[in-house]
């Protein structure tokens, strides 16, 4: 993919602190799952307008696997960003097999994963995100990746964003949704 012109082909991502991927069977690994528990018990309303719960198929186990991402809207199309790159298992996830399933609030519909590459679509999404200020950890998570909050650092770096379009396919509606917790 030819998503820059970063001298860089070999950047690692410096995350620490906040931003470092939180070991498994940490308290801040447990953190990260709460969300999706909570939807389970029927606290779903509290997530809903920033998250969504986005289903993959194990690459190696074919078993379905769901993590709560943020996410914005432009045009119809639902955005997400893997904040930790090429490293989550549900970007590995969408590289095997990139049909997903997409849950925000009651409606849930199949998706085609892919990973933003064209420059015009990138920059429209980036602005989107850039007004909507992100979130919290938004400004670290852009120095952990040596870009500086500002849009043509961003576009400079962007094969450092893993920025994922999510292009419906269909949809189940609310009623004949197979469950999306199952």
């Known amino acids: 993919m030819n ?12 995350a620490s602190g906040a931003m470092a991927y939180p070991a498994p ?3 801040n690994r447990l953190l990260f799952k709460l969300p999706l528990a ?3 018990i029927g606290l779903g309303f509290l997530f809903w307008r920033s998250m969504l719960v986005l289903t993959t198929t194990g690459r190696k186990s074919g078993a379905p696997h769901q993590v709560m991402l943020s996410f914005f809207v432009l045009d119809e199309t639902y955005y997400v960003i893997s904040g930790w790159g090429e490293s989550t ?3 590995q996830n ?3 097999d990139p049909t ?3 849950r925000v609030g009651p409606q849930v519909w199949r998706a085609q994963a892919r990973r933003v590459e064209e420059l015009r679509e990138f920059e429209q999404a980036m602005q989107v995100l850039l007004a909507g200020s992100g979130d919290s950890h938004f400004e670290s998570w852009l120095a952990s990746l040596e870009i500086k909050p500002q849009f043509p650092d961003m576009l400079a770096k962007r094969n ?5 379009a999510l292009d419906r396919l269909g949809s189940w509606g609310t009623s004949e949704a197979p469950n999306p917790m199952a």
Not at 7 to 14: A, L, S, Y
Request: net charge negative.
């Open 89 to 91: 298992d549900w970007y």
């Open 25 to 27: 069977w940490t308290l």
């Open 3 to 14: 998503l820059g012109e970063d001298p860089q082909t070999d950047f690692r991502q410096m």
């Open 100 to 102: 997903v399933r997409v």
């Open 38 to 40: 909570l939807i389970r």
């Open 160 to 164: 450092r964003i893993h920025l994922i």
């Open 94 to 96: 969408i590289e095997a």
